[in-house]
């Protein structure tokens, strides 16, 4: 009976040798291949043909960084992470390495410059992200305390707080008396993005706060917006987002666009949690897991874009 096990261990080894393999000849030896006699046939090379036949936003710059970081040639691969002030230099490298004639494809390197900004500017908003995640929250430091502060009277605005210590913060769903211990997995990310919404759809944040009191079907405000903190790092972390940033963001996205990305979570997962109607607050991770899904499915979308779009914002 263990033989079989080993059998199928044995089979499925053997089923990712072949696909390594072939992705191994693919890249090293077929593409190569197939690139040139493109470049024979049509006379441009591939990132042309990219632009030629791509769809706008999303498919087209994902192909586009696809195809630079398979280059063997190192500027290309290097242009993905250029910074904002570099793209301009790096577009001019890629049309001399490539041999590109710009006077025959004048739009190649304006679009170009816009699909590089896109590229490099999703590295560099991950690592914004990421260094506000790292930032712990520190009740010493007089801005964060001054956020959280805020945090309440955006969502509490008729009820003043009876001291910084108090069982007043489970109301707009924290775990206990101080809400610094509910940041620990997202810091100051956390914060930023509870802030984000209360700030600039006051109305939604409210709605959902009330919502979140349900006699059964509430849960705790705060804590899964912090849960879902976690979800819009994931997908920004494991390249989900890129689809909906490409299309949303004409340039390099920013802080702002995260915040409002994180904004569609929150006001959909609230609706998606009472059209459900799970049996207990006990099922959250299941549910959660079901949305998180629901989400990464769109974003396979290449015209996908999640964003919050309410004719009672402020946005």
């Known amino acids: 009976m263990e033989?079989?096990?080993?059998?199928?261990?044995?089979?499925?080894?053997?089923?990712?040798?072949?696909?390594?393999l072939w992705r191994y000849?693919?890249?090293?030896?077929?593409?190569f291949w197939l690139k040139w006699i493109l470049?024979?046939?049509?006379?441009?090379?591939?990132?042309?043909?990219?632009?030629?036949?791509?769809?706008?936003?999303a498919e087209r710059t994902l192909?586009?960084?696809?195809?630079l970081e398979s280059s063997k040639y190192k500027a290309l691969q290097n242009a993905v992470n250029a910074a904002e002030d570099e793209v301009e230099k790096y577009v001019k490298?890629?049309?001399?390495?490539?041999?590109?004639?710009?006077?025959?494809?004048?739009?190649?390197?304006?679009?170009?410059?816009?699909?590089?900004?896109?590229?490099?500017?999703?590295?560099?908003?991950?690592l914004a992200v990421e260094d506000l995640r790292k930032?712990?929250?520190?009740?010493?430091?007089?801005?964060?305390?001054?956020?959280?502060?805020?945090?309440?009277?955006?969502?509490?605005?008729?009820?003043?707080?009876?001291?910084?210590?108090?069982?007043?913060?489970?109301?707009?769903?924290?775990?206990g008396d101080d809400p610094k211990t509910d940041f620990r997995g997202m810091g100051m990310l956390g914060l930023a993005n509870l802030l984000y919404f209360s700030k600039h759809y006051p109305r939604e944040a409210r709605q959902i706060l009330v919502h979140s009191n349900h006699p059964k079907?509430?849960?705790?405000?705060?804590i899964v917006g912090i849960n879902l903190t976690e979800m819009a790092y994931s997908l920004l972390k494991n390249g989900f987002l890129k689809t909906h940033f490409y299309n949303l963001?004409?340039?390099a996205p920013n802080l702002k666009d995260f915040h409002q990305f994180y904004c569609y979570l929150a006001y959909e997962f609230d609706k998606f949690w009472f059209e459900e109607k799970p049996e207990s607050i006990m099922y959250f991770n299941q549910y959660r897991e079901r949305f998180h899904q629901k989400v990464k499915r769109h974003l396979l979308n290449y015209d996908v874009v999640l964003a919050l779009k309410n004719e009672n914002s402020n946005v």
Request: charge should be positive.
């Open 217 to 222: 079907l509430g849960y705790s405000y705060a």
């Open 135 to 175: 930032d712990p929250y520190n009740s010493d430091n007089k801005e964060h305390e001054e956020q959280l502060m805020e945090l309440w009277n955006l969502l509490m605005p008729h009820e003043k707080l009876k001291a910084r210590i108090t069982k007043q913060w489970c109301d707009i769903g924290f775990q």
């Open 39 to 57: 470049r024979q046939l049509t006379g441009k090379c591939e990132l042309q043909r990219i632009y030629d036949g791509s769809r706008k936003n």
């Open 249 to 251: 963001v004409p340039g």
């Open 93 to 126: 490298l890629i049309i001399q390495e490539k041999k590109i004639n710009i006077q025959k494809d004048t739009s190649f390197p304006p679009k170009l410059q816009l699909c590089l900004l896109q590229i490099s500017g999703c590295r560099k908003l991950y």
């Open 25 to 31: 000849l693919y890249r090293n030896i077929f593409r």
């Open 3 to 20: 033989a079989l096990p080993e059998a199928s261990a044995r089979v499925i080894s053997r089923e990712k040798m072949v696909v390594n």
């Open 63 to 67: 192909n586009i960084e696809y195809s």
